[in-house]
């Protein structure tokens, strides 16, 4: 998996529950990011990082928290689970130093929302 | 804006016979293109990456794409497909001068293989 995890691989979760997905690397690159990805949808941004202490939003953001207090981990927190945001998840590291980077993408966690 | 339109949602292809999954884009000058593929249930992985140097470029599992700037295509292709390659394919375009360097994925093209 390209030096990313991600933990859980599968949550369920009722309405209105919280939880926080893990993700890490181990090739201290400073740029991560996460996305969700949807039938028919391809993958969306949620949330990045470009480094300790910075994040950003993308195309997708409400509903979702992140914050990176160190380089190697990247939590992505749900603070009130909705049925929508039933998806599967997705941590990637790299990319955005410059264009040209290769981001490389954890296994996926798989949530449901009832 | 930047963004990405894959032409198929699903292609079929017989074990042995040439694969073509289309990717077209709208972007500035000088974008960057990947192909993605993600097996079932599992990750996405990198095939290959078009990044200004030659127009041609070369994956990995035999797969190569031409970056085409005049018809703003990056087709995938193979000459031989091979069961092992039944999987959905993305490609994804990155253009720092309009989208600062964020990634846009297209919708995903899945490929099936028959025996």
């Known amino acids: 998996n390209a030096g990313v995890t991600q933990t859980p691989k599968f949550q369920v979760l009722k309405t209105g529950q919280s939880m926080t997905l893990q993700c890490a690397q181990d090739m201290n690159h400073e740029y991560m990011s996460w996305y969700r990805q949807d039938p028919g949808m391809g993958l969306r941004l949620i949330h990045y990082?470009?480094?300790?202490?910075?994040?950003d939003q993308g195309e997708v953001p409400n509903g979702y928290n992140v914050s990176r207090s160190t380089t190697e981990d990247f939590p992505l927190r749900l603070l009130s689970a909705a049925p929508s945001q039933t998806s599967v998840y997705f941590c990637?590291?790299?990319?955005?130093?410059?264009?040209?980077?290769?981001?490389?993408f954890g296994p996926g966690t798989r949530l449901t929302v009832l | 804006a930047q963004s990405v339109t894959q032409l198929d949602s699903h292609v079929s292809v017989s074990e042995g016979t040439p694969v073509l999954l289309r990717c077209n884009y709208s972007s500035s000058y000088s974008p960057s293109l990947f192909w993605y593929v993600q097996h079932p249930n599992k990750g996405l992985q990198l095939l290959l990456k078009y990044t200004s140097a030659a127009t041609l470029v070369k994956g990995i599992n035999g797969f190569e794409a031409e970056f085409k700037k005049s018809e703003t295509s990056f087709h995938l292709t193979k000459p031989s497909a091979h069961m092992s390659d039944a999987a959905e394919y993305f490609c994804?375009?990155?253009?720092?001068?309009?989208?600062?360097?964020?990634?846009?994925f297209g919708t995903g093209t899945r490929l099936a293989v028959r025996p």
């Open positions: 990082s470009v480094g300790a202490g910075i994040t």
């Open positions: 990637a590291r790299g990319g955005i130093v410059s264009s040209t980077d290769t981001q490389y």
């Open positions: 994804v375009v990155s253009d720092p001068e309009s989208s600062g360097d964020k990634l846009t």
